[in-house]
């Protein structure tokens, strides 16, 4: 779909803008939210995400920094699109940050345009988000060139929002899913199983609860025979229906389920590479060696936390499960593509035999004890510092159930969640530094006019 590049919005200076109420005359010019709008540099990102628009051609795109704007504050407050567009209306200050000069009483855009701006700026556009961040903090003085030097490196999951797969939902769902399929073509089935298949899942859910193993098991070989033979069914239906050229994409989509239907009945106990999700297939099964979450579903995601200050520096989606030292290169050259190349990185012992050959020191936790000089072990042992941040990224900026479609999904949730915690952090750094100095100001006046004793008890 193509579409044209955004314009910038002009002011308008008609008659009715008399009787509009401007932002800046209902908003405090000295809020952090103000004052981080003017720190980051919106010509430099409309050039940037204008490349990914046709020049010429198209419906014009909704104005960059209103989508710019409109993706920070998502994965700041971690809210859904529909959401962050109904509180955009309410609030001043973030419709002041989008760019806006007077006051909106109707969302800007619908909250598909956010879906397909996502897609068009891909993963590239995302880090150049994450990036911004970074830059905006060392223009406010809050991020320290130094802080940039050492980071902290750590993988953990990024889990999709799917249900717990068991072999009796997904063929239930996988034979729920072709049935709506075949219907959207008028394949008329020999049967559908609805009803006995509803039946069949209940009982195999409650027996699996009361520990009875052998009746679960036939309620899911009941289910997987329901499976096979709606995949059959349809299979010799298909290729004597009469498809227009407006159902040819429906074709294709039950053609898609076909194949997933086909490998969710065929798949095994100890089959690799197995499907768990009929919406997802490409969600993976993995095992950190938590003791309260055995498996978790969805793809290996790796961070980089400066080791002061916890400034995310980098955040990579990668699929396939691979081993952790494996994706220490592709992670280093992610943070020198956001930030800057660092000089020392520290990681946990799931790094050992990383392989990495380039110019950063890589130290691995517990390999140089008793070797290494006090002030490199006072920083290797901040490396665990990295795990309260994938918390907080996990609990408050969306990350911990990706809602995103697709592979690329999983890479733009992960970094975009990266940047809403460094926006939210500049945000609360901005709003402290003002705390700590009024509360300078008062202690000192405090100090002045009270004896000692009463001056540490006001502090």
């Not at 891909?122 to 990036?131: F, H, I, P, R, W």
């Not at 990295?386 to 733009?412: A, F």
């Amino acid at each position: 779909m193509r579409a044209m590049r955004p314009k910038k919005s002009e002011i308008s200076s008609r008659q009715k803008d008399l009787y509009r109420i401007e932002l800046e005359k209902i908003i405090d010019l000295d809020h952090s939210l103000v004052k981080l709008s003017k720190a980051v540099d919106w010509e430099a990102l409309e050039a940037t995400f204008g490349a990914y628009f046709c020049m010429d051609n198209g419906r014009p795109a909704a104005p960059t920094r209103l989508m710019v704007s409109l993706a920070y504050l998502k994965y700041t407050y971690g809210l859904s699109d529909d959401v962050l567009l109904g509180q955009w209306v309410e609030n001043p200050y973030w419709q002041y940050l989008s760019g806006m000069k007077w006051f909106e009483h109707e969302i800007p855009i619908d909250s598909s345009s956010m879906s397909r701006w996502r897609k068009r700026i891909g993963e590239s556009g995302a880090e150049t988000l994450l990036s911004e961040t970074v830059k905006a903090g060392l223009a406010l003085k809050v991020i320290k060139p130094s802080q940039l030097k050492r980071v902290n490196i750590d993988t953990t999951v990024q889990e999709n929002n799917i249900r717990f797969p068991t072999d009796g939902r997904l063929y239930d769902r996988a034979r729920e899913r072709l049935v709506k399929a075949a219907e959207g073509l008028g394949i008329k089935l020999r049967q559908k199983y609805t009803r006995v298949s509803k039946y069949a899942l209940l009982k195999q859910n409650r027996y699996a609860h009361a520990r009875q193993q052998k009746r679960a098991n036939r309620e899911t070989r009941r289910l997987k025979t329901y499976l096979g033979r709606v995949i059959r069914d349809i299979e010799r239906k298909l290729p004597r229906a009469n498809l227009e050229l407006v159902s040819l994409l429906h074709s294709v989509e039950l053609n898609h389920l076909l194949e997933i239907g086909k490998r969710i009945f065929a798949q095994q106990r100890t089959d690799k590479n197995k499907i768990y999700s009929v919406h997802a297939p490409h969600v993976e099964c993995i095992s950190k060696g938590k003791a309260h979450k055995r498996y978790e579903f969805g793809c290996k995601v790796s961070v980089a936390v400066t080791s002061r200050g916890g400034w995310f520096v980098g955040a990579m989606a990668v699929h396939g499960n691979p081993y952790d030292g494996h994706t220490l290169t592709k992670a280093l050259n992610q943070v020198e593509k956001i930030a800057v190349r660092p000089e020392h990185a520290f990681l946990d012992r799931g790094y050992r035999a990383h392989g990495y050959e380039g110019e950063v020191t890589v130290h691995v936790d517990k390999e140089r004890r008793g070797t290494t000089s006090k002030a490199l072990w006072r920083w290797m042992k901040r490396r665990a510092a990295v795990e309260p941040s994938i918390g907080h990224l996990k609990q408050e900026h969306r990350m911990d159930r990706n809602r995103l479609s697709g592979r690329l999904g999983d890479k733009l949730n992960a970094i975009l969640s990266a940047a809403g915690m460094n926006f939210g952090k500049l945000l609360g750094r901005r709003r402290r530094r003002l705390a700590d100095f009024f509360a300078f100001i008062l202690g000192r006046h405090i100090s002045d006019l009270c004896p000692p004793q009463l001056a540490r008890a006001a502090q």
